[in-house]
C-alpha cells in the first residue's frame, strides 16, 4: 500500500495537470494553460501580478482571495477575469464576457524622485533590458533610493530578468520596481520614505553597471519620464 503523503502527491499533480489542460475541475469555464498560473515555492501574488503585468488587486478579486496573502504553492490563480459560457450555432460552447467588476478608486500619483545619479542609458520600451523601465547608468555600489514613500511588498532575486529586485507599493495605484542590485539594504513589509537608501547599484546587461527602474500604474509598465522630474 501507497503512503499517504505519496497518494496526496498524485492527486495535487493530477488536479493540477487537468486545470492546465482545461478538463473541467476548476469551476466550470474553459480556462487553459495561458489563462492560468499554477504558484510555485516563494511566490507572492505581487511577484506573479509583477509577471503577468497584471494588477494585484484584480487577481485577488478574480481569484476572491481578500488581501492577496493566503496563496500557498500548487494552487492555480486565474490571470484574467471570470467568463461565462454561450452557445455557438455548432454546438460548441466559447467565452462571452462576465459582467465587469466594480472600478476601484484611483490613488493619487506620488511625488516622485530619481532613484540614483546618472544618466539614462536605456530608455522606456528600448532593448537590452525588460524595455517596462528605464536603466540609469551608474558605477557598481552606488547608492539607490526610494523614489516616494512606500512599503517594500518584494525584495529577493526570484524574477527572472531583474536580478536582486526591490518593489515598493506606494498606495492602491502606484508601484516602483529597482533592479540589477548589487546588494538589497530592506526587507519585505518594511515602511521607507522618499530618497532613503534601499540598495546598492548592480550590473545589468552587457555586465554594465545600471539600475533598472519602472513604475507601475494598476499593474502596467508606465514611462517613468512621465512622473520623474526633468533633468
Known sequence: MKPAHSIRGVVVLFVSVCLLSGCGLFDGRDYTARDVHVVRSGETLFTIAWRYGQDLKDLARWNNLGDGSLIYPGQVIKLYPPAGRAATAGGKTTRSPAPPLPPIPAGPSPAWAWPTNGKVAVEFGQRPGAGTGVLVAGRVGQA??????????????????????????????YLSAYGYNASLLVKEGQTIRKGQRIATMGEGPGQQPRLHFEIRRNGKPVNPRQYLPAR
Open 144 to 173: 539607490v533610493v526610494a523614489a516616494a514613500d512606500g512599503r517594500i511588498v518584494y525584495a529577493g532575486g526570484g524574477l527572472i530578468g531583474y536580478g536582486q529586485l526591490i518593489i515598493i507599493k506606494h498606495n492602491d495605484t
